[in-house]
């Protein structure tokens, strides 16, 4: 139980979850690279870095470091998702276009 408690107090079980997110990035990439399935970077790497960006605000927060240190992390979170959901709803829109122009009508 001390060594979670240490974990957290320092801030250390943020950097590990962090890393598992970089191994998560790279491992996504490399499918892609290798199969062409997967989640398309341009799609992935917004989503992400909000997650990271969040990581790191918590880890500020636990760690006692200034307010502006996790205002700051919470604002990049907030513009990465603005990018993200931007992202998505652009890319949902052009389906929907592209579903309209090559819908063949049921007879």
Known sequence: M????SLFKSGTIIDLILLLMVVEVIALLVW???????IAPS????FLA????????????????????????LGGAFIFH?????CRWTC???NRAEDK?????EL
């Open 2 to 5: 001390d060594m979670l408690q």
């Open 32 to 38: 892609r690279h290798f199969t062409g399935a997967g």
């Open 43 to 46: 799609a992935l790497l917004p």
């Open 50 to 73: 909000a997650g990271v960006c969040l990581m790191l605000a918590v880890k500020f927060a636990l760690t006692g470091q200034d307010w502006t240190h996790v205002a700051t992390a």
């Open 82 to 86: 603005l990018t993200d959901v931007a």
């Open 92 to 94: 949902t829109e052009r």
């Open 101 to 105: 122009q090559f819908h063949v009508p």
